[in-house]
Nanobody, 127 residues
Framework: QVQLVESGGGMVLTGASLRISCQASDNIFSSYSMAWFRRAPGKEREFVAS????????RYADSVKGRFTISRDNDRNTLFLQMNSLKPEDTAEYYCAARARMHYQTHYTAASEYDYWGQGTQVTVSS
């Protein structure tokens, strides 16, 4: 079973940038579709971005489109989320997720489509 460990969260001011990472423990990382989700206080977990196994295709939630970039380095078994122009409403616990089961479409935005989850990293944006 793969272990996912997020890092890079922190507290920043509005308009700042931050990059968070997710390190996978196994060497079949390149076979997983990956995604970032987030959960703000008092809210449901929501989809942020997803990326295909090779990184050739990405998808974003409307709320982060144009500001966030998801990427992956399969040689380092690592997933990234570059977050620019951060807003207070981006404050949340951010989780990476991996899909190991058979693929039937290009992107998955529902949490139920993912098999493994990290423990989360907190991002706080203050105004």
């Amino acid at each position: 079973q793969v272990q996912l460990v997020e890092s890079g969260g922190g507290m920043v001011l509005t308009g700042a940038s931050l990059r968070i990472s997710c390190q996978a423990s196994d060497n079949i990382f390149s076979s997983y579709s990956m995604a970032w989700f987030r959960r703000a206080p008092g809210k449901e977990r929501e989809f942020v971005a997803s990326i295909t196994t090779t990184g050739s295709s990405t998808r974003y939630a409307d709320s982060v489109k144009g500001r966030f970039t998801i990427s992956r380095d399969n040689d380092r078994n690592t997933l990234f989320l570059q977050m620019n122009s951060l807003k207070p409403e981006d404050t949340a616990e951010y989780y990476c997720a991996a899909r190991a089961r058979m693929h039937y479409q290009t992107h998955y935005t529902a949490a139920s489509e993912y098999d493994y989850w990290g423990q989360g990293t907190q991002v706080t944006v203050s105004s």
